[in-house]
């Protein structure tokens, strides 16, 4: 297995909609693997393909972190492939993200609280359930990596704007991280 470098904000296979995966997509299986690898190292929760440069339908969760405060979340380790969200319902609520595209950065983002998605597994096994809570909140921040939206495209554009000079920071790789980046304005 292998660290790939997560590309930072900027970096334009970031911006694209991903397309769908087939079970014959070459070297499938060790991108998914390669993708656990770099998400742990990263201290990641969540990881989407376009983030390590493949525009791939396909993100991986593992949010046993967040196991002490809701229970239901101690072994909520997936793949997600090709996911579609059928519904999405409730009041919006507000939770402080994070992104491992966007270094240093924390941000509140509002969404609805329940989905219903349909998706494959890693071996192509369909499914459809409901998530709720944290659990939907990651689904909902990855699912938006591989509809090519990010967590800025989700903010008023006056805090955009506030967040102006930090931003081009994070794309010229002027931040402090420890995981392995790739910066797409970064001087050599
Ligand atoms: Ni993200």
Partial sequence: MSILPIRAYGDPVLKKKAVA?????????ELIDNMWET???A?????AAPQVGESLRIFI???????DEEPILSDFK??????EILEETGKTWSFNEGCLSFPGLREDISRPPHIR????DEDFNEYEEEYTGLAARIIQHEYDHIEGTLMVDR???LKRTLLRKK???ITKGLVDVDYKMKFPLKKK
């Avoid at 998605?117 to 494959?120: D, E, G, H, T, W």
């Fill in 21 to 29: 995966v087939t079970p014959e997509h070459p070297g499938l299986k």
């Fill in 39 to 41: 998400m742990y190292k």
């Fill in 43 to 47: 201290s990641g929760l969540g990881l």
């Fill in 61 to 67: 969760i593992d949010a046993s972190p967040f196991g």
């Fill in 78 to 83: 997936k793949v997600f492939i090709n996911v």
């Fill in 117 to 120: 998605i349909r998706y494959q």
């Fill in 155 to 157: 903010m008023m554009p």
């Fill in 167 to 169: 931003l081009n920071n």
